[in-house]
């Protein structure tokens, strides 16, 4: 029966044995990386200097610039540009907001601004809204076509969420698509669409309901009745649409 044989040798050295003899030079770099961190944290030439500010026309840039509120004394490339994006977007007329950092220390404020639409009119007071019914301002601006409807008019800066004012744009814009100008809409008591030419012609329109061929019907009957003193056009039948004139 042989014997077993005893196996000898080194213990295996662990990770930290090896290392051992670095540990002043880590800790070294350590200490020269936390020093130079804080020094391009703390120096100067990454502070805010410059910043430009590209596509407002109805917003001063100065008023952008106070909105963005980067701190002039805070390394640039620490701040958040995200949360002073939010800041200028909530101005009412600001739409869409893109910041760009430069190197070291510039800064460029690309914006959209909301268009006016149209005026929203409840009553004796009046907004101008854009397209999303975001509220622009107080009373109206001349040239742009009017929804007339009653409901509580929201703050500058909200967004009108009433089903009515939507369907108003929505019809407004099939009516334009059409190549018809319009100045006013509005519903009767009844919630029948009724719209206003320049000309003062009413267009008696009715329900929502097959819209699209009432819209088509608007322009040939204009066409034919050119010269003529319309009152309204009434196309709650569109199979047979009432022409009346005035006296």
């Known amino acids: 029966m042989s014997k077993a044989r005893k196996v000898t ?29 804080y020094y391009v944290i703390t120096w100067p030439g990454f502070r805010v200097r410059h910043i430009i500010v590209f596509g407002n026309h109805r917003v001063t840039s100065k008023e952008i610039i106070r909105r963005a509120a980067l701190n002039g ?19 009412p007329n600001i739409g869409q907001v893109t910041i760009q950092r430069a190197f070291p220390a510039g800064v460029t404020i690309v ?19 854009d397209r999303d019914l975001r509220v622009l301002k107080v009373n109206g601006a001349a040239g742009l076509p009017q929804f007339v409807i009653r409901i509580a008019l929201p ?19 099939r009516l334009t698509d059409a190549h018809v100008v319009i100045v006013a809409l509005r519903y009767d008591r009844f919630g029948d669409l009724i719209a206003l030419t320049p000309r003062r012609v009413q267009i008696l329109l009715g329900d929502d309901e097959d819209l699209v061929r009432k819209v088509s019907l608007i322009g040939p009957i204009l066409s034919q009745t050119a010269g003529k003193k319309l009152a309204a056009i009434d196309l709650r039948a569109p199979g047979t649409p009432v022409v009346v004139y005035r006296r």
């Open 9 to 37: 040798g080194r213990r295996k050295r662990s990770a930290a044995d090896r290392l051992r003899p670095f540990w002043i030079l880590l800790l070294l770099f350590l200490a020269v990386g936390i020093l130079g961190g």
């Open 73 to 91: 004394h805070v390394n640039i490339w620490l701040q958040n540009m995200n949360g002073a994006a939010n800041r200028i977007v909530a101005i």
């Open 155 to 173: 703050p500058v800066g909200q967004d009108i969420k009433d089903e009515r004012v939507v369907r108003l744009r929505d019809d407004y814009e």
């Open 111 to 129: 914006v959209r601004e909301r268009i006016p639409f149209a005026q929203i009119r409840s009553g004796s007071q009046s907004v101008v809204s």
